[in-house]
Every structure is written in C-alpha cells, then in structure tokens.
C-alpha cells in the first residue's frame, strides 16, 4: 500500500522542484557503524551475521519515513513498506538480483531470504525480473572483500531511478570493537543529509 504526498504542502517543495532537474540528484555519505553487539548475537544464535544485520537496516529503513518515499509519474509517493532486492554472489564470480520480502521478525524474514539466497546460487545471470524491477525495496549489496571508506555506484541518466542504494563492507577490529563500512546513496529530491543520520542512528541504536 501507498499514498500520495502533497507536494503543493510539503515543506520539502522546494527542495524536491530544485533537485528533481538534476542529471545525477544522488548523493552519498559513508560511515562505520558499530556492529559488535550483533556479530556476537548472530555467532550466538546462529544466524548469519549478513542476514542479521540486513534486516536491522531494513528496520531502520522501514522507521525512516523519507526512505519509503519514491517519485512515480512526477508524484512523490510513500510506501507502508519497503522490502530489499539484494545482490547475491555465486561461486562463479557472478551475482544475481533477489527480493527479500521485508519481515519485523527476524526469524520469517531470514527464511524467506535463505530460500531465495539457495535458489540463486543455482541459477546463472542478473536474474532480472519483477520483482527487481520494484521500486518499493531498497537496493543492497555487500562487498565482504573491502573495508572501503567511500563507494559510488553505477547510474543510468535515462532512468529515472530514487531508489535508495545500501551498500556495506568487510567488517574490521579497531580497539576492540568490529566496525562495519556502510555506504547510503539517496535522491537529493527525496531527502537531505538530517533523514540519513536518522536513518543512521536508528541503525547504529539497533546494532549495539
């Protein structure tokens, strides 16, 4: 389900009119989020760490109000929910695109993912379908191999693309603590930099 926002008394017009000319309104913003707490919890349970701290970035994805908001037919809608189409490695070297319904229980959501995770790592190409082509998920993705400290992500200007782009790294030790690199791209049109650090601190809150 959805709604319309009224742009003509929203307190963001302005803001959306400028930004929505722009050949590229993204912007992005990096930082290290602490995530010992549940790197303990996900060993503890035997959950995946991945699949763990997934969902508590969409718990703070779904509570962040202006990450739910997408620009359809030139109007700003809001989502009830946002679910998650995540890339998924293979053996090979190769990734595809999945759709992880978005869950408040951990435990539904994990299976969900897990199943689609499995049927994957089976199949060869993008994997490209409906259920990629949402525009009420986020797009996810994990780059275990690097601790990067920025990160920019592939764009296309004949598409009008506002769906926002998460992204972490390889996790590291630095004084006792595991911290995790965790890139948010966001259309400028939709949201400022005050709604990520909300976002952000929602998460942080959640991984301790």
Known sequence: MKHTVDIEHWNRKEHFQFFSKFDDPFFGITVNVDCTATYQQSKEKGVSFFLLSLHKVMNAVN????????????????YDVIHVSSTVGRSDGTFGFSFFPYDPSLDTFVTSATREIAFLKETSGLNFNDAARRTDVIHFSSVPWISFTDLKHASSFGINDCVPKISVGKYYTAKGRILLPLSVTVHHALMDGYHVAQFIERLQQSLL
């Open 63 to 78: 509570a962040t109000e202006p990450f739910r908001y997408r620009i359809e037919d030139g109007t700003v809608v809001c």
